[in-house]
């Protein structure tokens, strides 16, 4: 059994900028858990617990939902907030609304989420809100303030992704990639 999600990566260059609005978000923090910078990333489609056996056809939904190809394109991260689950704070830095290339991103996901479901392959259908992670079990004693900042998010690729953890480190992996370009 594999923990899976289908994922956007970020390169390094994006990776640099996330890392600077968490570390605001640190200095205002008493503790938490932040994301690490090889795991920060934007799910599209959290499948979770699926057979190894699995693994091979959903690469190939993937595939097949990306076609005809979709041009890459970019996304613009302005918007800094968080979930809160029982007193418990996930913060999260996501696209603008009115982004209009996010109806892109939407597509994108609604394709490979209708493929998965005519393979009756399941998933997390939650409403999309798209956003990575920044840190979870956030606490604080006063309100957090980030200024507002544009990242200009490159959508090149979709990549399906294992979660585990390696030496007690939680690490995602690709297992496979498709590039927009191709």
Known sequence: MRRLFIAVNCDDKIKKQLLSVQEKIKAQSLKGKFSLPQNLHLTLVFI????????????????????????????TFSEVGCFKHSNKELWWIGTDHNDTRLDT???IRQRITNALSLEGVRFDNRPFKAHITLGREIKHELPVIIPKQEIIFPVNSISLMKSEHVNRVLTYTEISGINLSD
């Open 105 to 107: 991103l939407k597509t």
């Open 48 to 75: 979770g617990e699926t057979p190894d056996d699995k693994i091979q056809l959903i690469s190939s939904v993937i595939e097949k939902a990306l076609k005809p190809p979709v041009a890459p394109f970019t996304i």
